[in-house]
T-cell receptor, first 115, second 114 residues
């Protein structure tokens, strides 16, 4: 069965520290990849997406992610976090390049940024 | 705001009662999805529609769960004979289907079964 693994359950950083959140998926075919963010009290919002092409994708608020096909990974990065980045981050995969409807989510990583 | 809306936002019910949730997608989106999220977990797929056709159902969707999208616009999710294990956040999302798409999520309906 397809699955998504997020390695860190809770990450605590100080402002201005660099961030990298790991995401690995298990599916050998074409995939669409997403990172969603859920700020406290708000609904899931799309942070960035990868469909094809340049494996380094840039999203909103200075986030980026790199798709490494050989490692089945799609790690999220930000060079300098802010207190406002405190949120829960979910990696999601749509297997089959969009022909399958559902997203498969990881369990999420809670990020706490200390001011 | 023309995002995905869900109603109600919160529902408390007693075990054994039936509940129904509504989702209104973004108006031009032809795909609509239902997910369930419990504490400490990511959203889990339940079912999705393309227009009014229900194309896929997860094994998580027991016989007590039914979803409809009668006119290809809003959708309802009904849970019959609720159980305590049904307590969760029920999320709705919508998207276009053009080969490449992203899903936009609503605020969710939090169900508590007592």
């Amino acid at each position: 069965a397809q699955s998504v693994s997020q390695h860190n359950h809770h990450v605590i950083l100080s402002e201005a520290a660099s961030l990298e959140l790991g995401c690995n998926y298990s599916y050998g075919g074409t995939v669409n990849l997403f990172w969603y963010v859920q700020y406290p009290g708000q609904h899931l919002q799309l942070l960035l997406k990868y469909f094809s092409g340049d494996p380094l994708v840039k999203g909103i608020k200075g986030f980026e992610a790199e798709f490494i096909k050989s490692k089945f990974s799609f790690n999220l990065r930000k060079p300098s976090v802010q207190w406002s980045d405190t949120a829960e981050y979910f990696c999601a995969v749509n297997a089959g390049g969009g022909s399958q409807g559902n997203l498969i989510f990881g369990k999420g990583t809670k990020l706490s940024v200390k001011p | 705001d023309t995002g995905v809306s869900q109603d109600p936002r919160h529902k408390i019910t007693k075990r054994g009662q039936n509940v129904t949730f509504r989702c209104d997608p973004i108006s031009e989106h032809n795909r609509l999805y239902w997910y369930r999220q419990t504490l400490g977990q990511g959203p889990e797929f339940l079912t999705y529609f393309q227009n009014e056709a229900q194309l896929e159902k997860s094994r998580l969707l027991s016989d007590r769960f039914s979803a409809e999208r009668p006119k290809g616009s809003f959708s309802t999710l009904e849970i019959q004979r609720t159980e305590q294990g049904d307590s969760a956040m029920y999320l709705c999302a919508s998207s276009l289907y053009q080969g490449r798409y992203e899903q936009y999520f609503g605020p969710g309906t939090r169900l508590t079964v007592t």
